[in-house]
Structures are given as structure tokens and as C-alpha cells.
């Protein structure tokens, strides 16, 4: 059963920087892409970023992009989303889902949600203007 756990958010000011973790059990982890979404009060859960853990190809959202990373320490079974030069608008609830590979990580973050698995409780993330 793939089981993940986010953790890592809390309140930050506009221009500040978070690192969420998503530790995952349960799977194989080599053989599943994991991404990382988000949702805001009143909006749709969004694709943010997800990553191949079998050889780190990345995708992130366009309203993410160069601000946000994400990682793989395949050792410790676990993804990182380093959150840098947050806005007010990136508040929201961020979770973490993985996919078996078969799809592209782009793919997997913009179209699949609803076929992802191992979503967890989320963390929250509130940037303060």
C-alpha cells in the first residue's frame, strides 16, 4: 500500500522560504514518480511539481517555476519541495501523491490527479503579505 506523509509547512512572510518533505513507505519507491499539489481555499487542487524518482526528470507548474525545487533522497525514500520567494497566493494545503511511471511527469501533474495514490492529511502553507 503506498502510504506518504507531508510535513513541513507553516506561516511565513511574503519573500520567505519552506521545505516540505513527503516520506513515503509501503512501495517501491524507484518505480513511482511523486508529485507535489496543491489547494487553496475555494480553488481546484494544482499540479506544483513532480519528480521521476528513477532519474530525478522534474516538471513544475508554470506559476512555480524558478522559485520552487523539487528533490529525491532515494536513500531515505523521501521528496523535498523547496519553496522559495513565496507570495501570498501560494497559501494553500499542499499534498503529496505518487504514480506508477508509466506516464510522464507532466502528465502526471496536470491530467492524473484523480488516479494518483497516498494522499495524505497535507500541510499548510500560509505566506503572509
Known amino acids: 500500500e503506498v502510504q506518504l506523509m507531508e510535513s513541513g509547512g507553516g506561516e511565513v512572510q511574503t519573500g520567505g522560504s519552506l521545505r516540505l518533505s513527503c516520506a513515503a513507505s509501503g512501495f517501491t519507491f524507484e518505480d513511482y514518480s511523486i508529485g507535489w499539489f496543491r489547494q487553496a481555499p475555494g480553488k481546484e487542487r494544482e499540479g506544483v511539481s513532480c519528480?521521476?524518482?528513477?532519474?530525478?526528470?522534474?516538471y513544475y507548474g508554470d506559476s512555480v517555476k524558478g522559485r520552487f525545487t523539487i528533490s529525491s533522497d532515494n536513500a531515505n525514500r523521501t521528496v523535498y519541495l523547496q519553496m522559495n520567494s513565496l507570495k501570498p497566493e501560494d497559501t494553500a494545503v499542499y499534498y503529496c501523491?505518487?504514480?506508477?511511471?508509466?506516464?510522464?511527469?507532466?502528465?502526471?501533474?496536470?491530467?492524473?490527479?484523480?488516479?494518483?495514490?497516498?494522499w495524505g492529511q497535507g500541510t499548510l502553507v500560509t505566506v503572509s503579505s
Open positions: 501523491a505518487a504514480d506508477v511511471a508509466y506516464t510522464t511527469v507532466a502528465t502526471m501533474c496536470r491530467f492524473s490527479m484523480a488516479y494518483l495514490e497516498g
Open positions: 519528480i521521476r524518482t528513477s532519474d530525478s526528470t522534474t
